[in-house]
C-alpha cells in the first residue's frame, strides 16, 4: 500500500509539476517573445517541454499539460469554452504524439538519427499541423479569430509550436537521459557565457548580415557537440533564445531589416541552422564514437562467450608478471584444451558445440575470483590466469574446475559428456615473458593430454 501511495503522490507531482512548468513557460513566451514583431512566431516553450514529458513520463501527465493549457489560454482570452477546446486539443496532440513515437521504435535518448529525424517528422508534419488546424477551428468557432485571421494565425501557431518543440523536446530529452553524465554545474557556465558572447557580438560587432553571425556562433556550437552533444545543443538553445530576446529588445541584426518578414526568417533561420545542425553532427559523432567502441569490443572479445580474446592475453599475461614483481605474489598460466570437443561440433552440428561452450564457460566462472581473468583464444582452447595464488590452493582449485566441467550437460536433448585438459606454468617460477610462460602452458597441456586426458599437469 505505501508503494501504490507513494507512486500516485509520485504521479499527482508530476502533474501538477507539468501544469505549472507548461502555464510558466507559456506566460514567459508570450511575454518576453511577443512584443516584438520578429519574435512574435519564434518559439512557443511549453509545447517542447510538454512532448518532452510525455516522452519520458508517459501519458500519466498528459493532464497536467491540459491543466496547464487551460489557465493559459483563459488567462489570454477569457474564453472558457476555447480554453477547454484548446487545452483538449493539445493533450489529445500529446498523446497521438506519444503513440506515434513508439509505434516507429523511436528512442527517447535520441541516440541515432532515426530517432532525431522521426521526432522532427511527428512534430512537424502530424502532430502540430493537425493541432494547429484544429486549435484554430475551434477559435474561429468561439469567434476569437476571423476567418480573414484563420490562415495567418494557423501558420504562426504550427510555427511557433515547432519552434518550442524543436528547440526543448530534443534538449530535455538529452539532459534526461544524459543525467548521470553531465555535470549541471558546465550546462550553467556554458548558458551564461553564451548569454555575454551573445549581447557582445550582437551589441559592440557590427554585424550586417547572418552569415557573419553564424559563422561567430555556429563553429563554437558544432564543436562542443562533437565532443559531447547536450553541451553543444545547451550552447545551441541558448544562442537561440539570447538572440530572441535581444531581438525583442530591439538589439542586434534581426531589427535591422527595412522588412519584419525577412527579420523573422532571418531569425528562424539562425535558429535552425543551430539545431539542426548540432543535432546532426553531434550524433554523427556519437554514433561514430559508439561504432568505434563496439569495433574494440569485438576486436577484443570473443561474440560467443562474452570472455576476453587472444588479443588481451598478453596485456593480461603481462599484467600478473608486473604483479609479481611488485608484490612477489605468484599467478598461474593455466592452457586448457576441449576433450573431444571436435567430436561434439562433427557430430553433433555446430550449433550444439556453441552451447556446449557457453555452458563450459557459465560452469568454470564461479570458481574464479575478481582478479582471475578467462579468455577463449581459440576455436575449443582457452586461458585461465589465476592471480595472487598461493601453493596450497592452487591445485584444489583447479580439481574443481575439472569436477565442475566434467559433469554430463543436456543440450536440445542431447547428453553431452566434456572435459579438461590443463597445463599449468607459474610466473615468476616458469618465466617473466609472455612468450616464456605461454610455451611452458602450453607444452603442459601436450603433457596432460599423453597422460590420458582429463586431467592436469604443471610445468617442469
Same mark, same amino acid.
Given at each position: 500500500?505505501?508503494?501504490?501511495?507513494?507512486?500516485?503522490?509520485?504521479?499527482?507531482?508530476?502533474?501538477?509539476?507539468?501544469?505549472?512548468?507548461?502555464?510558466?513557460?507559456?506566460?514567459? %513566451?508570450?511575454?518576453?517573445? %511577443?512584443?516584438?514583431?520578429?519574435? *512574435?512566431?519564434?518559439?512557443?516553450?511549453?509545447?517542447?517541454?510538454?512532448?518532452?514529458?510525455?516522452?519520458?513520463?508517459?501519458?500519466?501527465?498528459?493532464?497536467?499539460?491540459?491543466?496547464?493549457?487551460?489557465?493559459?489560454?483563459?488567462?489570454?482570452?477569457?474564453?472558457?469554452?476555447?480554453?477547454?477546446?484548446?487545452?483538449?486539443?493539445?493533450?489529445?496532440?500529446?498523446?497521438?504524439?506519444?503513440?506515434?513515437?513508439?509505434?516507429?521504435?523511436?528512442?527517447?535518448?535520441?541516440?541515432?538519427?532515426?530517432? *532525431?529525424?522521426?521526432?522532427?517528422?511527428?512534430?512537424?508534419?502530424?502532430?502540430?499541423? %493537425?493541432?494547429?488546424?484544429?486549435?484554430?477551428?475551434?477559435?474561429?468557432?468561439?469567434?476569437?479569430?476571423?476567418s480573414?485571421e484563420?490562415?495567418?494565425?494557423?501558420?504562426?501557431?504550427?510555427?511557433?509550436?515547432?519552434?518550442?518543440? /524543436?528547440?526543448?523536446?530534443?534538449?530535455?530529452?538529452?539532459?534526461?537521459?544524459?543525467?548521470?553524465?553531465?555535470d549541471?554545474?558546465y550546462?550553467?557556465?556554458?548558458?551564461?557565457?553564451?548569454?555575454?558572447?551573445?549581447?557582445?557580438?550582437?551589441?559592440?560587432?557590427?554585424?550586417?548580415?547572418i552569415?557573419?553571425?553564424?559563422?561567430?556562433?555556429?563553429?563554437?556550437?558544432?564543436?562542443? %557537440?562533437?565532443?559531447n552533444?547536450?553541451?553543444?545543443?545547451v550552447?545551441?538553445?541558448?544562442?537561440?533564445?539570447?538572440?530572441?530576446y535581444?531581438?525583442?529588445?530591439?538589439?542586434?541584426?534581426?531589427?535591422?531589416?527595412?522588412?519584419?518578414?525577412?527579420?523573422?526568417?532571418d531569425?528562424?533561420?539562425?535558429?535552425?541552422?543551430?539545431i539542426?545542425?548540432v543535432?546532426?553532427?553531434?550524433?554523427?559523432?556519437?554514433?561514430k564514437?559508439?561504432?568505434?567502441?563496439?569495433?574494440?569490443?569485438m576486436?577484443?572479445?570473443?561474440?560467443?562467450?562474452?570472455?576476453?580474446?587472444r588479443?588481451?592475453?598478453?596485456?593480461?599475461?603481462?599484467?600478473?608478471?608486473?604483479?609479481?614483481?611488485?608484490?612477489?605474489?605468484?599467478?598461474? /598460466?593455466?592452457?586448457?584444451?576441449?576433450?573431444?570437443?571436435?567430436q561434439?561440433?562433427?557430430?553433433?552440428?555446430?550449433?550444439?558445440?556453441?552451447?556446449?561452450?557457453?555452458?563450459?564457460?557459465?560452469?568454470?566462472?564461479?570458481f574464479?575470483?575478481?582478479?582471475?581473468?578467462?579468455?577463449?583464444?581459440?576455436?575449443?582452447?582457452?586461458?585461465?590466469?589465476l592471480?595472487?595464488?598461493?601453493?596450497?590452493?592452487?591445485d584444489?582449485?583447479?580439481?574443481?574446475?575439472?569436477?565442475?566441467?566434467?559433469?554430463?550437460?543436456?543440450?536440445?536433448?542431447?547428453?553431452?559428456?566434456?572435459?579438461?585438459?590443463?597445463?599449468?606454468?607459474?610466473?615468476?617460477?616458469?618465466?617473466?615473458?609472455?612468450?616464456?610462460?605461454?610455451?611452458?602452458?602450453?607444452?603442459?597441456?601436450?603433457?596432460?593430454?599423453?597422460?590420458?586426458?582429463?586431467?592436469?599437469?604443471?610445468?617442469?
Amino acid at each position: 500500500m505505501k508503494t501504490e501511495e507513494t507512486t500516485l503522490f509520485q504521479t499527482i507531482g508530476l502533474i501538477l509539476l507539468m501544469a505549472l512548468a507548461y502555464n510558466v513557460t507559456g506566460i514567459l %513566451s508570450a511575454t518576453l517573445l %511577443s512584443q516584438n514583431a520578429v519574435a *512574435i512566431i519564434s518559439a512557443f516553450i511549453p509545447e517542447g517541454i510538454a512532448l518532452a514529458g510525455v516522452l519520458i513520463y508517459g501519458t500519466k501527465i498528459i493532464p497536467g499539460i491540459f491543466i496547464g493549457q487551460l489557465l493559459l489560454a483563459q488567462f489570454e482570452w477569457s474564453n472558457s469554452l476555447a480554453s477547454f477546446a484548446v487545452a483538449l486539443i493539445n493533450s489529445l496532440e500529446a498523446y497521438f504524439a506519444y503513440k506515434l513515437f513508439y509505434y516507429f521504435k523511436l528512442h527517447k535518448d535520441l541516440k541515432t538519427l532515426k530517432d *532525431i529525424g522521426g521526432l522532427f517528422v511527428i512534430i512537424i508534419f502530424i502532430a502540430q499541423p %493537425s493541432a494547429t488546424i484544429l486549435n484554430n477551428i475551434a477559435l474561429l468557432y468561439t469567434h476569437i479569430i476571423s476567418s480573414d485571421e484563420f490562415i495567418t494565425n494557423s501558420f504562426s501557431w504550427w510555427f511557433g509550436n515547432i519552434m518550442g518543440q /524543436i528547440l526543448f523536446a530534443p534538449l530535455l530529452l538529452l539532459l534526461y537521459s544524459n543525467q548521470k553524465n553531465i555535470d549541471f554545474r558546465y550546462i550553467i557556465a556554458y548558458a551564461l557565457a553564451t548569454g555575454v558572447y551573445t549581447y557582445i557580438i550582437q551589441t559592440y560587432i557590427p554585424i550586417n548580415n547572418i552569415s557573419l553571425l553564424l559563422l561567430l556562433t555556429l563553429p563554437i556550437s558544432i564543436y562542443i %557537440s562533437t565532443k559531447n552533444l547536450v553541451y553543444g545543443l545547451v550552447v545551441s538553445v541558448s544562442f537561440a533564445m539570447y538572440n530572441t530576446y535581444i531581438t525583442h529588445l530591439n538589439i542586434g541584426l534581426f531589427t535591422k531589416e527595412p522588412s519584419p518578414i525577412d527579420n523573422i526568417i532571418d531569425l528562424n533561420y539562425f535558429i535552425l541552422s543551430h539545431i539542426i545542425l548540432v543535432l546532426l553532427i553531434g550524433t554523427l559523432f556519437r554514433e561514430k564514437e559508439e561504432a568505434i567502441s563496439e569495433l574494440k569490443s569485438m576486436a577484443h572479445f570473443d561474440y560467443l562467450t562474452g570472455l576476453p580474446n587472444r588479443h588481451l592475453l598478453r596485456e593480461e599475461i603481462h599484467h600478473s608478471v608486473l604483479m609479481a614483481e611488485d608484490y612477489h605474489q605468484k599467478s598461474a /598460466i593455466c592452457y586448457i584444451d576441449l576433450d573431444g570437443f571436435k567430436q561434439i561440433n562433427d557430430t553433433l552440428g555446430h550449433h550444439i558445440g556453441d552451447e556446449t561452450l557457453k555452458n563450459v564457460v557459465a560452469r568454470v566462472q564461479p570458481f574464479l575470483e575478481t582478479k582471475d581473468v578467462l579468455l577463449r583464444i581459440g576455436g575449443d582452447e582457452f586461458l585461465l590466469i589465476l592471480n595472487e595464488i598461493r601453493d596450497d590452493e592452487l591445485d584444489t582449485r583447479l580439481n574443481l574446475i575439472l569436477k565442475a566441467v566434467r559433469e554430463p550437460m543436456s543440450i536440445s536433448n542431447h547428453t553431452i559428456n566434456i572435459s579438461f585438459s590443463i597445463g599449468v606454468s607459474i610466473c615468476p617460477i616458469h618465466g617473466t615473458t609472455v612468450k616464456d610462460l605461454m610455451s611452458a602452458a602450453d607444452n603442459a597441456m601436450y603433457k596432460a593430454k599423453e597422460l590420458g586426458k582429463n586431467c592436469i599437469y604443471y610445468a617442469k
